[in-house]
């Protein structure tokens, strides 16, 4: 679609040159500049686009690191425990009866 369009836009621009004017390096230096203009433009667009997506999961990133809560960055499996996806056999140092 992009391609489509910079074609269409850059001929249109020749169109418009070569009815105004019917001289050959008129034609020329308005097609480049048209092009230059076109690449420029749509490289502009994807830097905009990148960053404001980079962003985005940047900001996201901030959102959930803080719902961590601490006791969660401190489990640690239980010796001999199986290790499954559920955190089963997952226990909590602080949470761990005192001996009597």
């Known amino acids: 679609m992009g391609a489509n369009d910079g074609i269409v ?10 009815a105004a004017q019917s001289n050959r390096s008129a034609l020329l230096v308005a097609g480049g500049a048209g092009l230059v ?6 490289a502009a667009g994807e830097y905009v ?3 404001s997506q980079a962003d985005l999961a940047r900001r996201a990133g901030a959102r959930e690191a803080p719902a961590r809560s601490p006791r969660q960055a401190t489990r640690r499996p239980a010796p001999g425990a199986p290790a499954s996806a559920g955190g089963g056999g997952l226990t909590d140092r602080r949470c761990r009866a005192a001996p009597a």
């Open 9 to 18: 836009s850059t001929a249109s621009l020749l169109v418009g040159v070569a």
């Open 37 to 42: 203009a076109g690449a420029m433009s749509m």
């Open 49 to 51: 686009s990148v960053s």
